[in-house]
């Protein structure tokens, strides 16, 4: 039996001790978010809706993106106990630099749509903890103010190539001036996908205050107050008129492009060249034949072809056929550092993300995207020690290997 007895105050008092008071209601807010799901979690209820769904959602059925994230689900390590983890090194060399993490930030459009911090709260953190990230061309920052916002980051500039070369041959050379090492050209979106929640939302950029967006910003008056009271929500390298996110591509980008476009950019640009979109073994020779310096496996997270193939699943076979002329990049579904160490495993130079430091941004501006990476980080470093890893570096094919069922 046991004896029970009445505490004693001197007990008590430790186990009332309040935690320390947050007074940055950011702070208070992003210290209670443990997985780049809980940022997703906070981002949902801190946007309008058509905004969270335009960077939450992706095309048709979503079955490419659902497809994407179960791959990595299916992700089963093979850890090697009694190794000396006690320090670990998360650095890797990306395209001639060595990076912090084995990660990059990947561009994404409007992102001042989903937070008016937007692309400089994401270069800046970027900077501060040394890793590349890629200014879009549907982005809403200059690419000269970004390079003065963060003048030590690592930049990439992601390159849509339309109708017009003229324009893009400008883009191209205020990179080069701006200090962009890597133009990332982006060649999965001959036409815009089709991405249903947009439609279902009346999205268009910027947002219009409809009858069902002004109730919405009831409900997100700080969102409104901060689109309205900060530079107008432009596309800072395109000159359009707006619309909706797919009439907009439809009507810039180029589905005539070939790989003649992509020898055109090669010829033009002396930096490093990364194909973003390639789905197949076939696709990555021809690109790294006629000269890329790395092939992004990736389906644009999903927002564009559904049924897509799945990019991790491409990794090994890719790294096989062009891993020994190319640096292999993969991205789509990445939401914890373990996802990332299995694609580095599986030969993966490194990974991009997308919407995990999305949701960050929108859960908490400069502070969300530094807690999203800092999740993530702490993710890498701690599935590489419980698998008996020191160095990225020393990931292989054997970490990991996959459940067919789940
Ligand atoms: C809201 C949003 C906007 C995007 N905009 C662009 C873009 O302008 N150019 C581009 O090449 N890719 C764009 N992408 C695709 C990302 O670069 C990346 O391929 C994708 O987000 C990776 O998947 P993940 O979000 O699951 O990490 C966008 C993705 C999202 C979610």
Redesign the pocket.
């Known amino acids: 039996m046991v004896q029970r007895r009445l505490p004693r105050p001197a007990e008590l008092r430790p186990l009332l001790r309040p935690a320390p008071f947050v007074r940055d209601a950011t702070e208070r807010r992003l210290a209670r978010a443990a997985s780049i799901g809980d940022l997703r979690e906070i981002a949902r209820r801190r946007t309008p809706r058509a905004v969270f769904d335009?960077?939450?959602g992706?095309a048709d059925s979503e079955l490419t993106?659902r497809r994407?994230?179960e791959a990595f689900l299916h992700v089963e390590f093979v850890p090697s106990v009694l190794n000396d983890v006690s320090t670990v090194d998360t650095s890797r060399e990306v395209l001639g630099v060595r990076a912090a993490l084995p990660f990059a930030l990947?561009?994404?459009?409007?992102?001042r749509m989903?937070h008016h911090e937007g692309e400089l709260a994401v270069a800046s953190v970027a900077e501060e903890v040394g890793i590349p990230y890629?200014l879009?061309?549907?982005?809403t920052t200059t690419i000269e103010d970004m390079a003065a916002a963060a003048p030590g980051a690592r930049k990439w500039f992601?390159l849509?190539l339309w109708r017009d070369r003229a324009p893009a041959k400008d883009l191209v050379a205020r990179a080069a001036a701006a200090g962009y090492d890597t133009v990332?050209l982006?060649v999965?979106?001959p036409v815009g996908g089709a991405r249903l929640r947009d439609i279902r939302n009346g999205l268009t950029i910027p947002p219009a205050l409809s009858l069902r967006t002004f109730l919405d910003g009831a409900r997100h008056p700080h969102w409104w107050f901060n689109l309205l009271t900060t530079d107008p929500l432009t596309f800072s390298s395109l000159v359009t008129s707006g619309g909706t996110p797919a009439e907009l591509i439809n009507r810039v980008f180029d589905p005539a492009l070939t790989m003649a476009d992509v020898e055109w950019l090669r010829g033009s640009w002396d930096g490093k060249l990364v194909i973003?979109?390639i789905q197949s073994v076939v696709d990555a020779r021809r690109v790294v034949d006629v000269g890329a310096d790395g092939v992004?496996l990736?389906?644009?997270?999903?927002?564009q072809l559904d049924r897509a193939p799945v990019p991790l699943e491409l990794v090994p076979p890719v790294v096989d056929a062009v891993g020994d002329r190319a640096e292999v990049l993969v991205?789509?579904?990445?939401?914890h550092g373990g996802d990332i160490v299995a694609a580095v495993a599986l030969g993966a130079r490194a990974a991009?993300?997308?919407?995990?430091y999305?949701y960050g941004l929108m859960a908490g501006g400069r502070k969300g995207v530094a807690k999203a990476v800092s999740i993530l980080a702490a993710e890498i470093v701690r599935t590489m020690q419980l698998l008996g890893v020191n160095h990225v570096d020393e990931l292989r094919p054997s970490h990991v290997r996959f459940r067919p069922n789940g």
């Open positions: 335009y960077t939450d992706s993106l994407a994230r990947a561009p994404t459009g409007f992102t989903m890629a879009s061309t549907m982005g992601q849509y990332m982006t999965d979106t973003k979109g992004l990736s389906n644009h997270g999903g927002r991205d789509t579904g990445v939401l991009l993300v997308g919407r995990a999305l």
